[in-house]
């Protein structure tokens, strides 16, 4: 079983910078990726930033250069917390921003309850 709390988020001018972050608890030595995805007013859902359990990012091209995904683990309290550290934010990036990880458990992947990020002036 993982635990997945999203942080962060709220509303920006554009040419801003937020940090959302997502607290992972539970079986985390599960996890082999950690994604952030983001579904915008449209209902469209796009997968705009994901890391490798070795530290390998991937970007949508929409993000690249802008955002930026890491991680952090902490065995002593057995919490994994990936974060987006988003850049030069356009009102275009005005989404519902959830961050999912990838397991060995049965049940495979995990949400978190999502974060709203707004860009406007």
């Known amino acids: 079983q993982v635990q997945l709390v999203q942080s962060g988020g709220g509303l920006v001018q554009p040419g801003g910078s937020l940090t959302l972050s997502c607290a992972v608890s539970?079986?985390?030595?599960?996890?082999?990726?950690m994604d952030w995805i983001r579904r915008s007013a449209g209902n469209q859902r796009d997968l705009i930033a994901h890391i490798s359990s070795t530290g390998t990012t991937d970007y949508a091209e929409s993000v690249k250069g802008r955002f930026t995904i890491s991680r952090h683990s902490d065995y002593a309290k057995n919490t994994n917390t990936v974060y987006l550290q988003m850049n030069n934010l356009k009102p275009e990036d005005t989404a519902l921003y959830y961050c999912?990880?990838?397991?060995?458990?049965?049940?495979?992947?995990?949400w978190g309850q999502g974060t709203q990020v707004t860009v406007s002036a």
């Open positions: 999912k990880v990838l397991t060995t458990t049965r049940r495979g992947e995990y």
């Open positions: 539970g079986n985390i030595a599960s996890i082999t990726a």
